[in-house]
């Protein structure tokens, strides 16, 4: 039983870390069909804000994530303003141009920050083991885990239970009619973006100490966050939320049978063949027209 329980939270701790960087992306890619390929991007220029807010201002990270939400946001909106906004309806012009500010911003991360890896402390009060259950748990993977949780429930109000999320979901089904009643969708979309480059950037402040921050950070977790969008479902908040607790837990139990990168390599083989016998992921969902 304590073996179970010990990969049941092990596998959680990945799933909610997955889960954290893959949700603004699944807004993104779910309500506005935009593949954002600078979404990994995002995540690291939050990684680096926390350290930059630690370094030169003595803030500490729980100190810096409004900061740091507001931040990467804002620049998320003058991007969906600035070039997204011209390219709905051109997917493959959409990835190039994401991609491209990707590069952007990666090369302005290494001119600023310098090459060198970077680190990001942890916050005191969350160093130390939890006890669960009898099964001893690092503090701070349980804060992420319940900070994953609240920023859920958080996006899931704002997109069913506030008239920001009724207008963005009749912008979804039907931009025209939208258009009609009033609804200013351009402002719509760009909110959308700024919210899910946010969330980016909160992931990427909360992941920065447990693993090292640089310039190419984003880009090993941006390719799992498509996988998890993809398997859970484009619309799909829950499918989102499925999709990231199933490939940590079976991250979690064949990294304990195997190793870290044969449980990778399992994983994604695992994708490719659900995919390929059900394409619309786990949930099926309404296709954006």
Same mark, same amino acid.
């Given at each position: 039983?304590?073996?179970?329980?010990?990969?049941?939270?092990?596998?959680? %701790?990945?799933?909610? $870390?997955?889960?954290?960087?893959?949700?603004?992306?699944?807004?993104?890619?779910? &309500?506005?069909?935009?593949?954002?390929?600078?979404?990994?991007?995002?995540?690291?220029?939050?990684?680096?804000?926390?350290?930059?807010?630690?370094?030169?201002?003595?803030?500490?990270?729980?100190?810096?994530?409004? $900061?740091?939400?507001?931040?990467?946001?804002?620049?998320?909106?003058?991007?969906?303003?600035?070039? *997204?906004?011209?390219?709905?309806?051109?997917?493959? @012009?959409?990835?190039?141009?994401?991609?491209?500010?990707?590069?952007?911003?990666?090369?302005?991360? /290494?001119?600023?920050?310098?090459? #060198?890896? /970077?680190?990001? #402390?942890?916050? %005191? !009060?969350l160093i130390g083991q939890v006890n669960i259950f009898g099964v %001893?748990?690092?503090?701070?993977?349980?804060?992420?885990?319940?900070?994953?949780?609240?920023?859920?429930? *958080?996006?899931?109000?704002?997109?069913? /239970?506030?008239?920001? +999320?009724?207008?963005?979901?009749?912008?979804?089904? @039907?931009?025209?009619?939208?258009?009609?009643?009033?609804?200013?969708?351009?402002?719509?979309?760009?909110? &959308?973006?700024?919210?899910?480059?946010?969330?980016?950037?909160?992931? +990427?402040?909360? =992941?920065?100490?447990?693993?090292?921050?640089?310039?190419?950070?984003?880009?090993?977790?941006?390719? @799992?966050?498509?996988?998890?969008?993809?398997?859970?479902?484009?619309?799909?908040?829950?499918?989102?939320?499925?999709?990231? &607790?199933?490939?940590?837990?079976?991250?979690?139990?064949?990294?304990?049978?195997?190793? @870290?990168?044969?449980?990778?390599?399992? =994983?994604?083989?695992? !994708?490719? =063949?659900?995919?390929?016998? /059900?394409p619309q992921g786990l949930f099926s969902t309404r296709i954006r %027209?």
């Amino acid at each position: 039983m304590d073996f179970v329980l010990q990969q049941l939270l092990t596998g959680l %701790s990945i799933g909610s $870390i997955l889960l954290l960087v893959a949700l603004g992306l699944a807004i993104i890619y779910g &309500t506005m069909g935009v593949i954002n390929m600078a979404h990994g991007e995002f995540l690291m220029l939050g990684a680096y804000g926390a350290w930059a807010l630690k370094a030169f201002f003595g803030l500490g990270l729980l100190e810096s994530l409004v $900061i740091i939400f507001i931040g990467v946001a804002a620049l998320g909106y003058l991007v969906e303003r600035g070039v *997204i906004q011209f390219l709905y309806k051109r997917p493959l @012009d959409t990835i190039l141009a994401t991609w491209g500010i990707g590069v952007i911003l990666q090369q302005s991360a /290494r001119l600023l920050a310098g090459g #060198e890896l /970077r680190y990001v #402390e942890m916050p %005191s !009060i969350l160093i130390g083991q939890v006890n669960i259950f009898g099964v %001893s748990v690092a503090g701070y993977r349980v804060f992420i885990f319940a900070f994953v949780a609240a920023m859920f429930a *958080i996006t899931w109000f704002l997109f069913y /239970r506030t008239s920001f +999320g009724m207008k963005l979901r009749a912008v979804v089904q @039907d931009q025209s009619m939208a258009s009609c009643f009033g609804i200013n969708a351009k402002r719509i979309y760009s909110l &959308t973006f700024a919210y899910g480059a946010g969330l980016a950037g909160l992931a +990427g402040a909360l =992941v920065a100490p447990l693993k090292s921050v640089s310039p190419e950070m984003g880009t090993t977790y941006v390719v @799992d966050a498509f996988f998890v969008v993809v398997l859970g479902g484009a619309q799909s908040l829950f499918g989102t939320v499925a999709s990231a &607790t199933l490939l940590g837990e079976m991250n979690g139990v064949l990294a304990y049978w195997y190793n @870290d990168t044969i449980a990778k390599a399992l =994983v994604l083989l695992a !994708i490719v =063949v659900l995919i390929r016998f /059900r394409p619309q992921g786990l949930f099926s969902t309404r296709i954006r %027209s």
